[in-house]
């Protein structure tokens, strides 16, 4: 069965350095979708993306985001400069068409900010 | 006010039992509705859309009541493999919008 999937499992990094957390979306989907948890809290909406620009993005996703699609296959977060604060779980997700809105999430990247 | 509100639980229950599940929405402007399971520390996983007229896959029942705003599922005979974080999960239109989470509430089936 196909399915999203994102590396690396794990990032530590320092705060004021630059990270990209990358994503391989199911191969025939065309929505792709950034989301992100922090520890204990729920699942937020970071940015949306089609047709290789940003559809909708989410106050969290300020100026220190960006999103890529550099390939046919991969799709990218990038966070400028880390703070303390963007530690979480990072999930990808993607979805088909614009019919149901059925998402299908990747296993997420675990972000430390240290 | 919250956007997707579920009890949190924990609900601890023994195999075999039946267990429903509520969540509420505040925007009656939403137009898709779904169930996803997390287990600890991996990805939220689509265990069913939710329709108007009600639908059922295998164990597991979900409603929709969109004039109280209300979103139910129960699953019957639970399994120890039921156990999980149910997130109840809204979103503003049918197609590639974002999805607006709940909290989750939290399910231990014991043996």
């Known amino acids: 069965e196909p399915e999203v999937t994102q590396t690396p499992s794990h990032q530590v990094t320092q705060m004021g350095q630059e990270v990209i957390l990358r994503c391989v979306p199911i191969?025939?989907?065309?929505?792709f979708y950034w989301y992100r948890q922090i520890l204990g809290q729920k699942v937020e909406f970071l940015v949306s993306?089609?047709?290789?620009?940003?559809?909708?993005k989410s106050e969290i996703f300020d100026d220190q985001f960006s999103v890529e699609r550099p390939d046919g296959s991969n799709f990218t977060l990038k966070i400028r400069s880390t703070k303390l604060e963007d530690s979480a779980m990072y999930f990808c997700a993607s979805s088909v068409d614009s019919g149901n809105n059925e998402q299908f999430f990747g296993p997420g990247t675990r972000l430390t900010v240290l | 006010r919250k956007e997707v509100e579920q009890d949190p639980g924990p609900f601890n229950v023994p195999e075999g039992a039946t267990v429903a599940f509520n969540c509420t929405y505040s925007?009656?402007?939403?137009?898709?509705f779904f169930w996803y399971r997390q287990d600890c520390r991996k990805e939220p996983k689509l265990l069913m859309s939710?329709?108007?007229s009600g639908n059922e896959d295998g164990r597991f029942t979900a409603q929709l009541n969109r004039a109280s705003q209300y979103i139910s599922l129960l699953i019957r005979d639970s399994k120890l493999s039921d156990s999980a974080t149910y997130l109840c999960v809204v979103s503003l239109y049918s197609g590639n919008t974002p999805l607006v989470f709940g909290k989750g509430t939290r399910l231990s089936v014991i043996a």
């Open positions: 939710v329709y108007s």
């Open positions: 191969s025939n989907h065309l929505y």
């Open positions: 925007n009656s402007a939403s137009q898709s």
């Open positions: 993306f089609y047709n290789n620009e940003i559809s909708e």
